[in-house]
């Protein structure tokens, strides 16, 4: 948790498998957390009211979203902490997919540092296709050394693209740390 800094704006980039993925990780600190979600999931209103005091941000995600990106933005010129989910929806068995090049492209237009996070378990714990959560499960969130990238407004996809695969491959190294230091 040492590497999320306490001030100043902040990417942390997590893999997503759960429910519970959003507030596992904006209940670990005092500061304010902003989230990214589905904006199909804002539709009933005690959902919505859920995801708004959770300060989760509507998003399409079936595609590139401006609106979005300027509220993420915004966000972090506010020095704030957004919290993005690059693989962009839930991993059906909790495997680490590939991200969409959106990470890539805030990281490169705002030079803001990314903290990698990985969620160890979360997939088990409230599974993609259960309605309810499954009580007992040990989940465990694991941040990473912030990654800097340097500020541009001239970039191209696949400088996204490959800023995004760096970033989900960060990700990937603390699971497999994880994995070599406790199984599974």
């Not at 590139?64 to 993005?84: F, N, R």
């Not at 990470?103 to 309605?131: E, M």
């Amino acid at each position: 948790m040492e590497n999320v800094p306490r001030q100043g704006p902040a990417i942390i980039a997590c893999n997503h498998s759960s429910y519970v993925d959003p507030p596992l990780v904006g209940c670990l600190f005092k500061r304010k957390f902003w989230f990214m979600a589905r904006k199909t999931l804002f539709k009933g209103k005690i959902i919505k009211r859920y995801l708004e005091a959770i300060h989760a941000m509507p998003i399409d995600n079936k595609g590139s979203d401006i609106g979005a990106l300027k509220l993420i933005l915004k966000k972090l010129k506010k020095c704030e902490v957004v919290v993005i989910f690059p693989e962009g929806t839930r991993s059906p068995d909790g495997t680490i997919r590939e991200a969409r090049q959106g990470i890539g492209a805030i990281a490169l237009k705002t030079g803001v540092p990314v903290i990698p996070a990985y969620i160890h378990n979360a997939n088990k714990a409230w599974p993609k296709n259960s309605k309810f959560p499954k009580f007992g499960v040990k989940v465990k969130v694991f941040f990473g050394n912030p990654i800097t990238f340097s500020q541009s407004n001239s970039y191209s996809k696949e400088d996204s693209r490959e800023i995004a695969t760096r970033i989900m491959d960060s990700i990937k190294f603390l699971r497999e740390k994880e994995v070599k230091k406790h199984g599974t």
